[in-house]
């Protein structure tokens, strides 16, 4: 028994540094933490804004699109010829506006004056006529019915040269101003009509909005395509972000903009820079589909780390980990 006595030393010896080593570790501050979560990005889905059947869908699932890229395209025959109906309309209504503008051609006036002319010379025929059937009326050489009708043709000529002095002046007048904004307004009116109809043609070609991966195709030539009904469901290349998860304790020691360190299984010999872009204000349970050291049970506030990929390899939904150095100066509210 006395021959073991001299282990109980060496035991407490070592135990005794064991807890030293561990109360020195313990009380060694933390200069980073690490959060776990997924890659996550933004989606778009792309409709036309017409109702038409669909002509040519040119991408499929899996193609990487570059931003203004032709993706798809309607049937374009009654659009088009919504266009040249409006197109001749306009045309229509600008000679309407300029023929009103410009007023009355010289050729015109002369007629009206002519015809100003011609009215002159019967009212002085007819003139001539009266005087003389009243003179042999009263000779008795003619009735007084014929010189009755020769007064009252003296006096419808005297009408007829008022009319055509009347039609010269309203042409030497020229238009009246509310006919001219009028005509105006018409032929601005047939314009927008031709820029709605033009647009509309230009909208039946669907474009990438910006760089991505095509998720879904999800119509196909010949089907009816609607505002309602997305053609393509595009995974967009930028703004990619981790959404991780910071413990209560974690809040206070991190902040929108600190910048950080992601990886990948993917890629284990590569780090992808990031930066904090939000942190939730309002707190909840951890998400089953997160992997995370601490409690399920436990409240976390979600955090979005902003990830700078130009080479387009973190793929959505990718397991990540985000290391967040704490020595970092506080970052200045904008």
């Known amino acids: 028994m006395r021959k073991f006595l001299w282990v109980i030393p060496i035991i407490l010896l070592i135990g005794g540094l064991a807890w030293w080593i561990y109360e020195d570790e313990s009380e060694k501050p933390i200069d980073e933490i690490k959060l776990y979560g997924n890659i996550d990005l933004r989606q778009v889905d792309l409709a036309f804004l017409l109702s038409e059947r669909i002509d040519q869908v040119l991408v499929d699932e899996g193609d990487v699109v570059k931003e203004g890229q032709k993706l798809a395209c309607l049937e374009t025959i009654r659009l088009q010829q919504a266009v040249d109906e409006a197109k001749a309309n306009a045309t229509a209504m600008e000679q309407n506006y300029l023929r009103i503008k410009h007023g009355p051609r010289p050729e015109e006036i002369d007629q009206a004056k002519s015809n100003v002319n011609a009215a002159e010379a019967t009212l002085s025929n007819a003139q001539i006529r009266s005087k003389r059937m009243l003179a042999l009326v009263a000779s ?51 314009v927008a009509t031709l ?74 010999n590569d780090s992808f820079n990031g930066h904090i872009g939000f942190i939730s204000s309002v707190a909840e ?50």
């Open 140 to 190: 008795n050489s003619v009735s007084k019915q014929e010189a009755d009708d020769a007064q009252a043709n003296e006096r419808v000529a005297a009408a007829n040269l008022d009319v055509a002095r009347k039609q010269l002046e309203l042409l030497e007048i020229g238009s009246r101003i509310e006919d001219i904004n009028q005509a105006l307004a018409q032929y601005h009116q047939a």
């Open 285 to 334: 349970f951890t998400p089953k589909n997160v992997e995370t050291p601490e409690l399920r049970t436990d409240l976390v506030y979600e955090v979005r780390v902003i990830v700078d990929d130009p080479m387009n390899r973190l793929r959505l939904g990718a397991p990540a980990t985000v290391t967040i150095s704490l020595n970092q100066a506080p970052v200045k509210p904008e």
């Open 195 to 268: 820029n709605i109809q033009e647009q509309q043609l230009k909208d039946a070609i669907l474009y990438a909005p910006s760089d991505a991966v095509v998720r879904n195709r999800i119509l196909e030539k010949g089907d009816m395509a609607s505002p309602q009904k997305p053609v393509y469901n595009l995974s967009l290349n930028k703004t990619k972000w981790v959404r991780a998860y910071l413990t209560e304790k974690q809040l206070g020691q991190v902040q929108p903009g600190f910048k950080a360190k992601v990886t990948n299984d993917s890629f284990p």
